[in-house]
């Protein structure tokens, strides 16, 4: 069935650096990619998605990337500030599918 | 502005018992949605519905059932809870943008523990 695998399980970086989670899907149908922010003790919230006729986008400090011929796509957070500490989910959804799969989490941590 | 109301935010219940999550949304979305969340499993979809009277079964459905007979509510149903039950569960609400579910919001949880 569809898989999304997501990576790494944990990241820890120092403030000002950059954070990167990538993430690999199994179904080619897929077309939306999203990701989310979920901070403790609440639900996750939609930070970014890509739609797959797009390679890139970027929005402030984050920016997500999609390789469709690889089936990757990646998050990527430049100048971490501790408010960024939480668990990142990537997903992956398609046009009729109506079930979106969701990759197992990436908690970072952003040290001061 | 409410959002995803979700009720309770905890439960205890005991192996047998019944209960009934309550999910609202107030943005008239046409899809909703329940998740499971389970440590190092990310979210796993339980059911979802694309419209009132509509509904259909996600990755993890057995031992939950789901009704929609309004635009707002998506109540999900355990009928006879088990410890395997134990989780957090989200509802979740997106409007149907050309086919695909997008800009999904999420409430705040319901810790449900089933000793």
């Known amino acids: 069935g569809e898989n999304v695998e997501q990576h790494p399980s944990t990241l820890s970086v120092q403030e000002g650096d950059s954070a990167v989670i990538k993430c690999t899907y199994s179904?080619?149908?897929?077309?939306?990619f999203p990701w989310y922010k979920q901070e403790l003790g609440k639900g996750p919230q939609l930070i970014i998605d890509?739609?797959?006729?797009?390679g890139e986008k970027k929005d402030q400090r984050i920016a997500v990337t999609l390789n469709k011929t690889a089936k990757h796509f990646s998050l990527h957070i430049t100048e971490t500030q501790p408010e960024d500490s939480a668990v990142y989910f990537c997903?992956?959804?398609?046009?009729?599918?109506?079930?979106?799969?969701f990759g197992a989490g990436t908690r970072l941590f952003v040290k001061a | 502005n409410a959002g995803v109301t979700q009720t309770p935010k905890f439960q205890v219940l005991k192996t047998g018992q019944s209960m009934t999550l309550q999910c609202a949304q107030d943005?008239?979305?046409?899809?909703m949605s329940w998740y499971r969340q389970d440590p190092g499993m990310g979210l796993r979809l339980i059911h979802y519905?694309?419209?009132?009277?509509?509904?259909d079964q996600g990755e993890v459905p057995n031992g939950y059932n789901v009704s929609r007979s309004t635009t707002e509510d998506f109540p999900l149903r355990l009928l006879s809870a088990a410890p395997s039950q134990t989780s957090v569960y989200f509802c979740?609400?997106?409007?149907?943008?050309?086919?695909?579910?997008?800009?999904?919001?999420f409430g705040q949880g319901t810790r449900l523990t089933v000793v």
């Open positions: 979740a609400s997106s409007s149907i943008g050309t086919g695909v579910i997008t800009e999904a919001f």
């Open positions: 179904d080619s149908a897929s077309n939306y």
């Open positions: 890509i739609r797959s006729n797009v």
């Open positions: 997903a992956a959804a398609y046009t009729g599918g109506f079930k979106t799969i």
């Open positions: 943005m008239n979305h046409e899809y």
């Open positions: 519905s694309v419209g009132a009277g509509i509904t």
